[in-house]
């Protein structure tokens, strides 16, 4: 359907005027919420106000209605304004993320407030200066249980190390590979080895999982910003005849090799062996106010990946965690997808802004047919130090 160019005019004409209004409108907000996209701001203001430990993405709703009263409340304790240094009052009344809490509640409020809430002008933001160093980008203060990004630990500024459980685009109780690595200026040197605790926790539909024994890895950012990275993974040790008998026959992972009515093999776990050339184009962003985000593509282990993981999502007041990644073109496994979400603010005290929980899945082809969850999961996240 074609849509007159003078219909397009028309309407530019009539929504113009009312977005200045909004905007003139939401200058004059005096009592709000501040949304958490600025943890430095949010940590700054509970040091003043001497909370300790500070949250990031505590709830703080300032009230300037009364000229002669004016407060702040952090998560539900009342403050006077003026207990805070002039310069950070400042930036409180000048804070451009509020959740106007003076709006007018009607009857259809129900349907429109959440969308007012969700502020789709915040969703994209150009990203951190550490999310785009080809050499600090590796630095990342969240520990995943199973899978998603290393957990990067700096001594020194672009020399530090890095651990992981689970690959960088594995799912939960897929497979047995950790890692650590050490970092310097961009170049990576590591090791892998199995780990079996987590793989062991699952007794059926293992026949799209990934075992490993030991090896070593490698790989190098491209020193043009933190957008490409290429390396190579060899095995060092190969699979005796306890391990084939442990991951595919015995009574924990019976019947992980799936065979068709003329006893070929059907699907079956990925048992690495050689070496690999691996590489990850990624572009990272700043999305709902996350501030370790990214999308990427990816080839590791002969597998090709196509996904998003962001940190702290800030969405109509919630705060999580969301990763996706789909698998695809694998020499031995089926394709598969892969998603977390992690909810914060769930426990309290320390455990509110630095643990999240959440359900982790994978979805693809079931051993008995059809395609379905072959992985359903709790996956914790944590928070270490401070954001990035």
Do not use: C
Request: charged share 20%.
């Amino acid at each position: 359907m074609k849509i007159p160019i003078f219909t397009i005019l028309a309407l530019i004409v009539f929504l113009f005027p009312i977005t200045i209004n909004a905007q003139e409108e939401e200058e004059q907000i005096l009592y709000y919420q501040m949304e958490p996209l600025d943890d430095s701001l949010f940590i700054h203001i509970q040091e003043e106000l001497f909370i300790d430990p500070p949250d990031p993405k505590a709830e703080i709703v300032v009230d300037l209605r009364n000229v002669t009263d004016q407060t702040i409340s952090v998560k539900g304790s009342l403050y006077p304004l003026l207990a805070l240094k002039p310069e950070t009052r400042a930036r409180i009344i000048t804070y451009p993320f509020k959740l106007n809490l003076e709006e007018t509640i009607n009857y259809g409020s129900v349907f429109t407030r959440v969308i007012d809430k969700l502020r789709f002008n915040n969703i994209l933001n150009p990203p951190t200066v550490f999310q785009i160093s080809p050499t600090l980008g590796y630095i990342n203060p969240y520990v995943q249980i199973m899978g998603g990004e290393r957990f990067g630990i700096p001594l020194k500024k672009d020399i530090g190390l890095s651990i992981g459980f689970g690959t960088p685009y594995s799912g939960a109780l897929e497979t047995n590979f950790s890692e650590v690595n050490f970092h310097i200026l961009g170049a990576k040197v590591g090791a892998f080895l199995s780990v079996d605790a987590m793989t062991e926790l699952k007794s059926s539909e293992n026949h799209n999982n990934l075992f490993v024994t030991e090896g070593v890895q490698l790989s190098y950012i491209i020193p043009f910003g933190n957008f490409f990275e290429v390396g190579y993974l060899s095995t060092t040790s190969d699979f005796d005849s306890a391990l084939i008998r442990k991951y595919q026959k015995n009574t924990v992972n019976a019947g992980n090799i799936v065979r068709n009515p003329d006893g070929t093999i059907k699907y079956q776990p990925y048992m690495l062996d050689g070496g690999f050339i691996n590489w990850e184009f990624r572009y990272p962003v700043k999305i709902l106010g996350a501030l370790r985000s990214k999308f990427y593509a990816a080839r590791f282990i002969d597998e090709y990946h196509v996904g998003f993981t962001g940190r702290e999502l800030t969405l109509a007041g919630s705060v999580f965690d969301l990763r996706m990644d789909y698998m695809f073109n694998s020499p031995i496994r089926n394709n598969q997808f892969v998603m977390d979400i992690a909810i914060q603010k769930i426990f309290d005290y320390w455990a509110y802004s630095s643990i999240a929980i959440g359900p982790s899945i994978i979805i693809t082809n079931l051993k008995g047919g059809g395609i379905g969850f072959s992985s359903f999961f709790v996956n914790i996240r944590i928070k270490v130090g401070s954001s990035l």
